[in-house]
């Protein structure tokens, strides 16, 4: 098995940061979805106050794949948690530990910042998913998801 390296994304990351973005969002069949911009992820990621994270796999100095999150508040559990926008690992990686080793990354970045929950999303079809999160220990809540799509400027 090869070794799997997470390191946080820097802002010389970009170019392959919305080459996964991308990636992901064709995975799904979802590329049209996608309205952000290198200009925008640089603006809002590196910046004084970031918006979001990024955790970054790397097997043999080749990025394999990628988390996003950012952080919430929930007035029931009383404090900030940590959501996952993607996981996301390349294709060529895969069956390699790379999203396990991004998600107990992510568990570590959310612990060393106060956190006692991470949530995300995943498609109740992708039973490979669910099974790999529930071998992490996670519980599968089955909700809707709801989106309130608003009028964006400029676009």
């Known amino acids: 098995m090869p070794v799997v390296i ?3 994304a820097k802002s010389s990351d970009i170019d392959k940061l919305y ?26 990621g590196f910046g004084d106050n970031p ?7 790397e097997v043999d100095g080749d990025i394999a794949g990628y988390c996003s999150y950012t ?14 926008d993607d996981v996301f690992v390349w294709e ?6 790379v999203g396990e080793a991004l998600m107990l990354k992510a568990r570590e970045v959310a612990l060393s ?7 995300w999303e995943v498609e109740q079809e992708n039973h490979a998913a669910i099974r790999f999160y529930r071998r ?20």
Request: charged content about 25%; proline content about 0%; glycine content about 10%.
């Open 92 to 97: 060529a990686f895969r069956g390699q530990k």
């Open 71 to 84: 952080w919430s508040y929930s007035i029931w559990l009383g404090g900030r948690y940590m959501y996952i």
């Open 19 to 44: 080459e996964l973005i991308v990636a992901i969002a064709r995975h799904h069949d979802q590329e049209q979805f996608v309205l952000t911009n290198k200009s925008e992820l640089m603006r809002a």
């Open 51 to 57: 918006e979001f994270g990024v955790l970054l796999a």
């Open 6 to 8: 997470i390191r946080e």
């Open 113 to 119: 910042q106060g956190s006692s929950r991470i949530r």
């Open 136 to 155: 992490l220990g996670a519980n599968i809540d089955i909700k809707g998801v709801c989106r309130w799509e608003l009028a964006r400027e400029g676009r």
